[in-house]
């Protein structure tokens, strides 16, 4: 019997913990292009309410700032090669369902996993 609580125990501050790290963190994400596969991730830094982070990919490493997030959903804006684009998303356990708009490449929808 104390085996079993011990164990419930353990596995409960585990999951409690991956809830505690909110968005905070690094994630990644493969979306189909017509070049082809894309791979990035994405490192995501909270302080209060606000968002900031850092892209990572073949081509190179993008930082924003300036982004809010409340709860579990987030917003926050920045520009590649002189094109706008606007992410929103939503924390659900450990992936994030992320929507992109941009004028010039259309809005996509995408999901990121987090990387342990």
Avoid: C
Avoid at 78 to 103: C, P, R, V, W, Y
């Amino acid at each position: 019997m104390i085996k079993l609580l011990i164990s419930t125990l353990l596995i409960f501050s585990f999951h409690s913990t991956s809830l505690l790290d909110g968005v905070a963190g690094k994630w990644e994400t493969t979306i189909d292009t017509e070049q082809g596969p894309f791979y990035f991730t994405v490192v995501y830094e909270v302080d209060g309410t606000s968002l900031s982070g850092t892209f990572e990919s073949d081509l190179g490493t993008l930082d924003f700032d300036g982004g809010t997030i409340d709860g579990d959903e987030f917003s926050y804006s920045f520009d590649m090669e002189g094109s706008a684009f606007k992410h929103t998303g939503k924390l659900d356990g450990d992936k994030i369902q992320l929507h992109s708009a941009n004028a010039q490449y259309g809005d996509m929808d995408m999901t990121l996993t987090r990387v342990e």
